[in-house]
T-cell receptor, first 108, second 115 residues
Framework: RKEVEQDPGPFNVPEGATVAFNCTYSNSASQSFFWYRQDCRKEPKLLMSVYSSGNEDGRFTAQLNRASQYISLLIRDSKLSDSATYLCALPNAGKSTFGDGTTLTVKP | DADVTQTPRNRITKTGKRIMLECSQT?????MYWYRQDPGLGLRLIYY???????NKGEISDGYSVSRQAQAKFSLSLESAIPNQTALYFC??????????????FGPGTRLTVL
C-alpha cells in the first residue's frame, strides 16, 4: 500500500458545486497534514494545513479522520479559478510524502 | 522577487550529457529538497539536505547527485542524462523552526527534456 493515496479523479464539476477529495494515509503516527494546489506546469503552493481535527478557510475545509486515516478537502461554491490539481502531503522526519494528486476542473 | 529560484527553467539535452540544475533561496531555510514530477504523478523525492553538511538520498536517487554549496544553494546533477530522466524538476525548502511541521516552499521548476 502506498504511504499516501488520493482519489484518482479527475473531478469535473459545474460552477457553484460542492466537491470533496479524500487522501488516505498509512502512517498512523502522522500528526500534521497539508493540502497543496498545483496549477498546470506550475509549482505546488500550500493551500491548507491540518494539525488537529480540521481547518477552514473561506470556501475550503480540510478535515482529518484519524480513526479511518484519511484527510478530506471540501470546496464549496466552486469557481472556475479552482481548477487545478490538489496534492495532499504528509510530513515525516523533515521530509514530505506527496500523493499523486486529484485534478479538478470547474466548468461554466 | 521569488524566494526560491531555479535555473535553467527549460533545458533540452542529449543522452549522455552531464546536466546541472541549480536552486537558490532567500528564505533563510536550512532544509532543501529536489523532486521530480512526471505527468499524472505526484512528486518523488530525489535528494534532500537538512543543512550544508547533511545530504540524504530520497526514493529515486539513482542517476543523480547533489551539492549543497551553501545554506542558500542546492544543485542537482545528472551525470549522464538518459531519456527517462525527462521530467519536471522542483526544488523546495522548509524550516521546521517555524513550528509549522514541514510546510514546503517550491521553486518554479525546471522542465528537462533528454533526447
Amino acid at each position: 500500500r502506498k504511504e499516501v493515496e488520493q482519489d484518482p479523479g479527475p473531478f469535473n464539476v459545474p460552477e457553484g458545486a460542492t466537491v470533496a477529495f479524500n487522501c488516505t494515509y498509512s502512517n498512523s503516527a502522522s500528526q500534521s497534514f497539508f493540502w497543496y494546489r498545483q496549477d498546470c506546469r506550475k509549482e505546488p503552493k500550500l493551500l491548507m494545513s491540518v494539525y488537529s481535527s480540521g481547518n477552514e478557510d473561506g470556501r475550503f475545509t480540510a478535515q482529518l479522520n484519524r480513526a479511518s486515516q484519511y484527510i478530506s478537502l471540501l470546496i464549496r461554491d466552486s469557481k472556475l479559478s479552482d481548477s487545478a490539481t490538489y496534492l495532499c502531503a504528509l510530513p515525516n522526519a523533515g521530509k514530505s510524502t506527496f500523493g499523486d494528486g486529484t485534478t479538478l476542473t470547474v466548468k461554466p | 522577487d521569488a524566494d526560491v529560484t531555479q535555473t535553467p527553467r527549460n533545458r533540452i539535452t542529449k543522452t549522455g550529457k552531464r546536466i546541472m540544475l541549480e536552486c537558490s533561496q532567500t528564505k533563510g531555510h536550512d532544509r532543501m529538497y529536489w523532486y521530480r514530477q512526471d505527468p499524472g504523478l505526484g512528486l518523488r523525492l530525489i535528494y534532500y539536505s537538512f543543512d550544508v553538511k547533511d545530504i540524504n538520498k530520497g526514493e529515486i536517487s539513482d542517476g543523480y547527485s547533489v551539492s549543497r554549496q551553501a545554506q542558500a544553494k542546492f544543485s542537482l546533477s545528472l551525470e549522464s542524462a538518459i531519456p527517462n530522466q525527462t521530467a519536471l524538476y522542483f526544488c523546495a525548502t522548509s524550516d521546521l523552526s517555524s513550528g509549522r511541521g514541514g510546510e514546503q516552499f517550491f521553486g518554479p521548476g525546471t522542465r528537462l527534456t533528454v533526447l
